[in-house]
């Protein structure tokens, strides 16, 4: 082995453990210009494409702790690594591949798991990590919002019942006094009538005491 292998290996070494994933293609027959597109792109959702060669990749692979890929690492091979999402990489890949049919996408490592082509090629289909985040983040806060809308409107209502019961207040009282007017006694009530009647019969005799004198004259006209 020449001196310059272990210094190889440990780079692209370093470089896998550091992505969170790993993908393989095929990049045969691509010029340089085509290449240099394809880097530019991918730099855009910060990744990074690396023609390597497989023995160095195998081995890297290995020393990183990665599963194994050597069916996979056949031909004329690149590896793309990034410090984001591996869903914005492979829809660049895909998109460019539409374009002018290379690089091929092999397989592909994510969350220490073997993906096979039609894997990488639906996670290109997936919106990216930060559209799936602020969309996560309005599922999240829209319930909430609801939440607090609902909590506050019973609240307001209960507000509103209270006052409506403080400006009836005065008069509740004078209302509540009158059912209870009958359990009170109230002798006073009840006798006054009694006198009334004994008036009434005093004055009753009256008439006759006065009629009395007045038939006292009458005997002596008689005589």
């Given at each position: 082995m020449r001196p310059e292998k272990p210094t190889i290996v440990e780079d692209i070494k370093l470089r896998l453990t550091n992505s969170p994933f790993l993908i393989i293609v095929?990049?045969?027959?691509?010029?340089?210009?085509?290449?240099a597109e394809l880097r530019t792109r991918l730099g855009g959702v910060g990744a990074s494409v690396t023609v390597?060669?497989?023995?160095?990749?195998?081995?890297s692979v290995k020393e990183a702790g990665l599963p194994?890929?050597?069916?996979?690492?056949?031909?004329?091979?690149?590896?793309?690594?990034?410090?984001?999402?591996?869903c914005a990489a492979a829809k660049i890949?895909?998109?460019?591949?539409?374009?002018?049919?290379?690089p091929t996408i092999r397989a592909g490592i994510l969350d220490n798991q073997i993906l096979e082509?039609?894997?990488?090629?639906?996670?290109?289909?997936?919106?990216?990590?930060?559209?799936?985040?602020?969309?996560?983040?309005?599922?999240?806060?829209?319930?909430?919002?609801?939440?607090?809308?609902?909590?506050?409107?019973?609240?307001a209502s209960l507000a509103r019942?209270?006052?409506?019961?403080?400006?009836?207040?005065?008069?509740?009282?004078?209302?509540?006094?009158?059912p209870e007017a009958p359990k009170?006694?109230?002798?006073?009530a009840v006798a006054e009538p009694a006198p009334a009647a004994e008036e009434s019969v005093a004055e009753?005799?009256?008439?006759?005491?006065?009629?009395?004198p007045a038939a006292t004259p009458a005997t002596p006209a008689a005589e």
């Open positions: 095929e990049y045969g027959g691509m010029n340089v210009q085509h290449f390597v060669k497989n023995t160095f990749l195998r081995r194994e890929l050597d069916r996979h690492l056949t031909g004329q091979t690149a590896f793309v690594v990034g410090d984001k999402d591996i890949l895909k998109t460019f591949s539409a374009e002018f049919t290379k082509t039609e894997q990488v090629l639906a996670l290109a289909d997936l919106p990216s990590k930060e559209i799936l985040q602020s969309q996560l983040l309005a599922l999240l806060l829209t319930p909430a919002t609801q939440l607090v809308r609902t909590l506050n409107e019973p609240a019942v209270l006052k409506a019961i403080g400006e009836k207040m005065p008069s509740t009282p004078a209302a509540a006094a009158a009170t006694e109230e002798p006073a009753a005799p009256a008439p006759a005491v006065s009629e009395e």
